[in-house]
């Protein structure tokens, strides 16, 4: 990516959640301590799935490629965050802010694309559960899936490539511990109503689209779920949607609360950041491993066996 017009400024200063140093160190310790056990938490739930043939199935396919995003949308911003938090010049070259740019727009349109995509898997497997198999083929699997990440691609490739023909001069603060485009706005001394549009477009495509389609999605399952007479049984149908809602209303209600808010650098429109992009990409693992006794007995299976591997090998 050619830098374009960027000379008159040639680095941003994060302002980031804090400038008293006390508070730093105790704000490095807890992202440490959260980025450690994202990575740890979206790597085992790949090994797992990967490792565990009874979780070859659609709905762990969706659930592998959700924690590989996870573990690409944490580290779009937690690195350069604990850096900023150890260092006294917080400071981002216009490069690595638009490449971080780029980064949050693919890993969070994929995700918005990927979770419309396992809502429909959700509808299948409820609504028309004696044909799973055969509308759930890997082919169409694949092509969701590979539909997902380039529809974040292009989002991103889009929206990047317009910030780079934007003029930076003059103020070169950001409010913020990240490079989000909103932020970069405010900064530009050239006309960004065509970015701002743009911007607009694919957050009405990624946010709305994908959400209306959510929501058309579970439409039909509430009705099929009301409709089966055991309570048992509503309740075991129910539970195969529970984790998904939970992800859905984690990532959308942040997600939309951020980018609602002007760009600011108020202390509600950090804390929704970091919900969205730092505590998710967290707390997605262990939603569907604490509720779900599949993936429970997956991860001891292969917990079991990779302890008896080393075992042999000792």
Known sequence: MALGNHSTILEFVLLGLSVDPHVQALLFVLFLGIYILTLMGNLLMLLVVRADPQLHTPMYFFLSHLSFLDFCFSSATVPKLLENLLSQRKTISVGGCLAQVFFLFESGGTEACLLSSMAYDRYVAICQPLHYGQRMSNQLCMGLVWGSWGLGFLNAFINTLLAMNLDFC???FIPHYSCELPSL????????????TVLLCSGLLHGIGTCFLIVYS???????ILSISSSSGRKKAFSTCSSHLT???????SGSLRYLLPASGSPLELIFSVQYSVITPLVNPLIYSLKNNQVKSAVRRTLRKYLQYIEQLA
């Open 218 to 224: 579970y439409t039909p399952i509430v009705s099929t």
């Open 247 to 253: 992800v859905v209303l984690l990532f959308y209600g």
């Open 185 to 196: 706005f405010p900064l530009s001394c050239s006309d960004i109503s065509t970015s701002v």
């Open 170 to 172: 003059g103020d070169y």
